[in-house]
């Protein structure tokens, strides 16, 4: 079954408090993606992984940082959050040819207050 | 790096019209342009896609059209029905295979 998930589906934080946002895959998938959805501004690409310890940034990568342990798990962190982080978040995967279809995940949508 | 402008923020349409959704791009080197459809509450999934080395895709009521001189790519679909109701966004692969969204259009289909 070709799943990405996310969890928690819904969290809301305080400003300042760190939050860990998860993202598994079952499709061995080498690439995987976070993004942030605002009203206007589309996907805006935080992150990118390659596979196992491979990150890059993305167009937005201030204020997170990612890690992947695991080919299968990506994890999206912001160490003291703000209010401007408030959205929803999606992960994605992949596999590694050039073109190929992003799946995605449900979505996290993060409140911070 | 690559960016991606999606020209129409929202667009209405009766059902069984037609609707164009279109988009341009910055990087001449992107040979790859998906489109991905979001319905209300929901996450993304794929539609459809074209390739450069082709200028024009269908697959049933959904046709790209791309422009490689003008850098500009299209969605068509056709006899629209309420279910096509959604955020349809255009993206183009850029480099290091970051994959650059457009600002979505929301697409309603009114009966």
């Known amino acids: 079954d070709m799943k990405v998930t996310q969890m928690p589906r819904y969290l809301i934080k305080r400003m300042g408090e760190n939050v860990l946002l998860e993202c598994g895959q079952d499709?061995?998938?080498?690439?995987m993606y976070w993004y942030r959805q605002d009203p206007g501004l589309g996907l805006q690409l935080i992150y990118i992984?390659?596979?196992?310890?491979?990150?890059s940034e993305g167009d937005i990568p201030k204020g997170y940082r990612v890690s992947r342990k695991k080919r299968e798990h990506f994890s999206l962190i912001l160490d003291s959050a703000k209010t401007n982080q408030t959205s929803v978040y999606f992960c994605?995967?992949?596999?590694?040819?050039?073109?190929?279809?992003?799946?995605f995940g449900a979505g996290t949508r993060l409140s911070v207050l | 790096g690559e960016k991606v402008e999606q020209h129409e923020s929202t667009l209405s349409v009766r059902e069984g019209d037609s609707a164009v959704i279109n988009c341009t791009y910055t990087?001449?080197?992107?040979?790859?342009f998906p489109w991905y459809k979001q319905e209300a509450g929901k996450s993304l999934h794929f539609v459809i896609d074209?390739?450069?080395?082709?200028d024009r895709k269908q697959s049933q009521r959904l046709t790209v059209l791309l422009d490689k001189k003008a850098k500009r790519f299209s969605l068509h679909i056709t006899a629209t029905q309420p279910e096509d109701s959604a955020i349809y966004f255009c993206?183009?692969?850029?480099?290091?295979?970051?994959?650059?969204f457009g600002s979505g259009t929301r697409l309603l289909v009114s009966p």
């Open positions: 994605a995967s992949s596999y590694r040819d050039r073109e190929n279809t992003l799946y």
């Open positions: 499709m061995s998938h080498e690439t």
């Open positions: 992984s390659y596979d196992v310890d491979s990150n």
């Open positions: 990087d001449t080197a992107s040979s790859y």
């Open positions: 074209i390739r450069s080395n082709v």
């Open positions: 993206a183009a692969f850029g480099g290091g295979y970051k994959v650059v």
